[in-house]
Nanobody, 126 residues
């Protein structure tokens, strides 16, 4: 069982930056591929980014590529999402997720992930 807790969301102006964090419980954090997803009002949950167990491999949705960066600190059981050049359309609840299966390739589907955080609201004002 893994518990994930996101933090760091908030209100920011367009063009600004924000970093959200996701802290995981348990001793096996380094064995999980981690993902970030978001859900805007009235829309489905969509893929944002994923990072491999070692942190060496990352993948991003086209909509955030070049603006968002995900990283992880396995010693701190934490994964991060640094968001720069934010746009109004980035407004959403952001979720982190953990995949138990040791995928070696990047994963973008909701069903690939087994544990989810409660989400943190990010609002970008235009």
């Amino acid at each position: 069982q893994v518990q994930l807790v996101e933090s760091g969301g908030g209100l920011v102006q367009a063009g600004g930056s924000l970093r959200v964090s996701c802290a995981a419980s348990g001793r096996t954090f380094s064995s999980y591929r981690m993902g970030w997803f978001r859900q805007a009002p009235g829309k489905g949950r969509e893929f944002v980014a994923t990072i491999s167990r070692t942190g060496f491999s990352t993948d991003y949705a086209d909509s955030v590529k070049g603006r968002f960066t995900t990283s992880r600190d396995n010693a701190k059981n934490t994964v991060y999402l640094q968001m720069n050049s934010l746009k109004a359309e980035d407004t959403a609840v952001y979720y982190c997720a953990a995949a138990v299966y040791p995928y070696n390739d990047d994963r973008r589907e909701l069903d690939d992930y087994d544990y989810w955080g409660q989400g943190t609201q990010v609002t970008v004002s235009s």
